[in-house]
């Protein structure tokens, strides 16, 4: 399984940006889907998930702000990200799920939000 996060970058707050994980090289690309980050000196944290059949769910910090979609058909995943925090500041990873838990990664791209 090959992830391919991009739409990363700099913006400050109040603004968007949408990131997207393509996803190519398995029958894994059409299970559960979900979106991490990091930010510096913290652990890793789930964001969003999104199911084969595009339900969803998301981690408290981000409801309201931020929405996870997915094109099937493209095996790619979005992370729609509106009203970006400074705290938002982090590098996102995208994984499949299996049994809802990670189980291949995307290479990371990294957002910073400016106040």
């Known amino acids: 399984v090959q992830l391919q996060a991009s739409g990363g970058g700099l913006v400050q707050a109040g603004r968007s940006l949408r990131l997207s994980c393509a996803c190519s090289g398995s029958i894994f690309c059409i299970n559960a889907r979900a979106w991490y980050r990091q930010a510096p000196g913290k652990q890793r944290e789930l964001v969003a998930t999104?199911?084969?059949?595009?339900?969803?769910n998301y981690a408290d910090s981000v409801k309201g702000r931020f929405t996870i979609s997915r094109d099937n058909a493209k095996h790619t995943v979005y992370l729609q990200m509106n009203s970006l925090k400074p705290e938002d500041t982090a590098v996102y990873y995208c994984?499949?799920?299996?049994?809802?838990?990670?189980?291949?990664w995307g290479q990371g791209t990294l957002v910073t939000v400016s106040s």
């Open positions: 994984a499949t799920l299996q049994d809802n838990d990670p189980d291949y």
């Open positions: 999104i199911t084969r059949g595009r339900n969803t």
